[in-house]
């Protein structure tokens, strides 16, 4: 735990520069091609990218790092530790100009997130949380350095017979997850990109984000580790916990739900 609390300050380090590195990029007249699923993979993904990459390369040597960008050279199942990185989630939100993007790094330890960080650069904030010692909102200022520091914690689950306030995906909805949601009269539902939801149940914004169908594991693995940390929880729908690191060669999610605190509705 002493060593992984270590890598808190260089990671969100690394974060920042890799936002600036998107920032960096001119949205009007990038480079965008698809990918083999259909989804959009840009200039600032790969710039974000390589940020990541060299500076995990040159800060832990020891630690194996598997980036959405670089799936091709995964070598799965992974066990011990992993960094797991999406440099650039939210990539249609990039292309359309909005500012919910995020940059997702998270440590792995024997397939459970224990360290996450998740950058919104155009927002100039990153939330961190190490799971057991809390987590954090970060400021970062235009030369890159941290500003104010706030904790946060996820707030508790409303009784069954009050309205929750559910994160949803803008660009990623589908008809399980809003079926699970509107089982709750008066669910007020937000919407966020990327993992920003996470984050949202993380600070206490939103009680629940529920994913039910698939995504992948970079997507998850981040806000994950937030949310625990910042005193919720992450499950299937069945309550089970998620496995991280390639045990799926596909390295899919089948589903999840992030709650808030435990209480009368978990």
Known sequence: ?????????????????????????????????????????????????????????????????????????????????LFLID????????????????????????????????????LGLIWRGLVGQGAERVEIRPDLSIGKVTAIKARTIPDRDQPWVAAVSRSHGDLRSEAFIASRPGAVRQEFGSALKFCRVAEGQADIYPRLSPTCEWDVAAGHAVVVAAGGFVADSHGQPLHFGGRREDFIIPEFIAWGGRGAAA
Request: hydrophobic fraction near 45%; avoid cysteine; charged fraction near 15%.
């Open 1 to 81: 735990m002493s060593t992984a609390a270590a890598l808190l300050e260089p990671l969100t380090q690394l974060a920042a520069e890799a936002g600036a590195a998107i920032l960096a990029v001119n949205r009007n007249s990038m480079t965008i091609d698809g990918k083999a699923d259909g989804s959009p993979v840009t200039q600032a993904d790969l710039a974000a990218d390589h940020v990541i990459s060299e500076g995990l390369a040159k800060l832990f040597p020891g630690i194996p790092t598997l980036s959405e960008e670089r799936l091709h050279l995964a070598e799965p199942p992974y066990a011990g530790a």
């Open 87 to 122: 440099p650039l989630d939210g990539t249609k939100e990039f292309v359309a100009g909005r500012q919910e993007f995020t940059v997702n790094i998270a440590l792995i330890v024997d397939g459970t997130p224990l360290l996450g960080i998740v950058g919104a650069p155009a």
